[in-house]
Each structure stands twice: as C-alpha cells, then as structure tokens.
C-alpha cells in the first residue's frame, strides 16, 4: 500500500459552519506529513475524522485501508494519537502511565515489561519512571505521552499541536525523536503553526479556513509558489511604513516580520530603483515557509 491515508473531498460541518472543505489529501508510509496553518484552520478536526472520532459530514477517506466512516473501531486499533492536552493521568507514575495504555491497548502481558522499557528509552526517560506525571515539565509530560500513544507499535501516529506550550529546546529534541520513528517506518501526520517545524517534514499540506491551500515537499513550495522577487528590509518604524510602501508600482505586498519588513516586488529587475526610491538597501532572500503561507492566504483571500 504506497498511501496509508487518503482523502477525497472530505467535508465537515458543524450546524452551518464548515470546519473542514473538501480536503483532499494524500500520505506515503514513514514520511513524516505537516499539516499547518493558523489556529481554527480546521487542523484538529480533519485529525480527529481520521482518527475515528468524528463522523464525517460528505466526502471519504481511507486510513491503512479502513474507511474512516465505517470503520472507525478497526482504525483505531492500528494508530497511535497524541493530543496537546496530552491524556496522562496525574496522580500515576511515569510507569504507571505506560503500564495503563499497554493494558488499553491490550498488549499481551508477556511483553509489556519490554514495551514499557523500550517507551521510557525512546522518551528519554530513564530515571524517572517513579515520578508522578503531575510533577513533570512539560518536556517531560510531552515525551511520556509520545510513549504512551506509541507504546501499541501503530503503523500510523497523529500528533496534534504536540509541541505547544513546550521550550523551543523539548520541541527540537521531539522532532529528533519523530525522525527516528520514520526512519523506521512509522508514519507521522502532525500538525503544528510552528514554521520550524515544518521545515523537518517531508511534505507539507498548508491549510485555511478549512480548505487546503497548498500541499508539496518544503523545496518545492520555497522554490515555485512565490512569483515575482521576495527582498528583506530592515526599516526604522516598519509597521507605520507598510501602507506607504505597498503604494509603491512595482510592489505586490508588504509584510512585517518581527523588525524586518518583506516585500514582494513584479522582479529582481525592480529592486535597483526599489532601493533607490526608498533611499534603503533591501536584499533578495528566498522565500520561508511563512512567507510562502502569507503569500498563500493573501491569494485564496483575494480569490474568495
């Protein structure tokens, strides 16, 4: 089976709200898949119909073969899911925690003691298997649930925002670690508005409002999505400059980027008497991933 998850106009709404919009999606075995975009994109909700937890509204999909509508219970047997509230319980020990899922999962117990062993190394977690998950960090928290969602073997694991809330160093050294589960096969659907992040998948599916914007490895989008010359600006008081700039001709659009504006002009042939008529020096730079999103939201915007 070359795709293990497959969506084909996959559609849910809630009363006259569409969450998600005629998704179509598709996943190879052991690449890790980034689905990003903004908060209320509809990322969770695709997730959880994947999952077997919501019912779809119109559309299909197929998860290891399974189709997600009608057999949801065979789905979730064979997949491993992490939420960002991460479901631990508090008051059980690190080893606890493991022990729980292995008996919801009902690995046989001959081979629970390895399971949980082989968890708490992959987790980094050697030396605190007696602590209370109430009192870990929430590094710690993160890597114990990655164990616990694992801990089956699923074929397919679905992380949704694992990484929120966390230190930028915990979220590096988790990425580490959903690397290493790829290389060995297992295949990762995550989603995350953490632009670094998705610099680590293989592919990525951009998505706004519910529909799907763009879906291509990170290269390709840098490479063929962004028409025209992407130049970076340092600007004293750039927020109050945008307006101005933006009315410049050869300008397509103008954004802020921490104390950086980046500015789409027509050409490259247009940034000499860009840089002359602003009396600054703006640099060519390729396109990041978020530059790229912006670019793509401003469109389907412009578009709808």
Same mark, same amino acid.
Do not use: W
């Given at each position: 089976?070359?795709?293990?998850?497959? /969506?084909?106009?996959?559609? !849910?709404?809630?009363?006259?709200?569409?969450?998600?919009?005629?998704?179509?999606?598709?996943?190879?075995?052991?690449?890790?898949?980034? %689905?990003?975009?903004?908060?209320?994109?509809?990322?969770?909700?695709?997730?959880? +119909?994947?999952?077997?937890?919501?019912?779809?509204?119109?559309?299909?999909?197929?998860? *290891?073969?399974?189709?997600?509508? !009608?057999?949801?219970? @065979?789905?979730?047997?064979?997949?491993?899911? +992490?939420?960002?509230?991460?479901? *631990?319980?508090?008051?059980?020990?690190? &080893?606890?925690?493991?022990? %729980?899922?292995?008996?919801?999962?009902?690995?046989?117990?001959?081979?629970?003691?390895?399971?949980?062993?082989?968890?708490?190394?992959?987790?980094?977690?050697?030396?605190?298997?007696?602590?209370?998950?109430?009192?870990?960090?929430?590094?710690?928290?993160?890597?114990?649930?990655?164990?616990?969602?694992?801990?089956?073997?699923?074929?397919?694991? %679905?992380?949704? @925002?694992?990484?929120?809330?966390?230190?930028?160093?915990?979220?590096?050294?988790?990425?580490?670690?959903?690397?290493?589960?790829?290389?060995?096969?297992?295949?990762? +659907?995550? /989603?995350?508005?953490?632009?670094?992040?998705? @610099?680590?998948?293989?592919?990525?599916?951009?998505?706004?409002?519910?529909?799907?914007?763009?879906?291509?490895?990170?290269?390709?989008?840098?490479?063929?999505?962004?028409?025209?010359? =992407?130049?970076?600006?340092?600007?004293?008081?750039? +927020?109050?400059?945008?307006?101005?700039?933006?009315?410049?001709? &050869?300008?397509? @659009?103008?954004?802020?980027?921490?104390?950086? =504006?980046?500015?789409?002009?027509?050409?490259?042939?247009?940034?000499?008497?860009?840089?002359? *008529?602003?009396?600054?020096?703006?640099?060519?730079? !390729?396109?990041?991933?978020?530059?790229? %999103?912006?670019?793509?939201?401003?469109?389907? !915007?412009?578009?709808?």
């Amino acid at each position: 089976m070359e795709h293990v998850v497959t /969506t084909d106009n996959l559609t !849910k709404m809630f009363g006259s709200f569409t969450a998600v919009d005629k998704l179509t999606l598709k996943i190879k075995q052991g690449e890790v898949f980034g %689905f990003l975009g903004p908060n209320g994109s509809g990322k969770s909700t695709a997730i959880r +119909m994947l999952c077997g937890i919501l019912e779809p509204t119109s559309g299909s999909g197929t998860v *290891l073969g399974y189709d997600i509508a !009608k057999q949801s219970e @065979e789905i979730k047997s064979k997949i491993g899911y +992490m939420s960002q509230k991460y479901s *631990l319980y508090d008051d059980l020990t690190v &080893y606890e925690n493991l022990e %729980f899922y292995s008996g919801m999962y009902s690995i046989p117990y001959s081979v629970r003691k390895k399971r949980i062993a082989e968890m708490i190394g992959m987790s980094l977690l050697e030396g605190r298997e007696n602590e209370l998950a109430a009192g870990l960090s929430g590094g710690f928290k993160q890597r114990l649930a990655l164990g616990c969602a694992l801990i089956s073997h699923p074929q397919i694991l %679905f992380l949704d @925002e694992p990484t929120s809330g966390i230190s930028p160093t915990s979220r590096r050294m988790f990425f580490k670690i959903i690397q290493r589960l790829a290389n060995e096969g297992v295949t990762v +659907m995550v /989603t995350t508005h953490f632009m670094d992040e998705a @610099e680590r998948c293989n592919n990525i599916a951009f998505i706004s409002e519910g529909s799907l914007i763009a879906n291509d490895t990170p290269d390709n989008l840098r490479n063929s999505v962004i028409k025209g010359c =992407l130049v970076e600006l340092e600007y004293p008081d750039a +927020m109050s400059k945008i307006q101005e700039i933006e009315k410049i001709p &050869y300008v397509r @659009e103008c954004t802020i980027h921490g104390s950086l =504006l980046h500015i789409l002009l027509d050409s490259e042939s247009s940034l000499e008497p860009f840089n002359k *008529l602003i009396n600054a020096e703006a640099k060519k730079i !390729k396109p990041s991933l978020e530059d790229i %999103f912006i670019y793509l939201s401003r469109m389907k !915007k412009k578009a709808g």
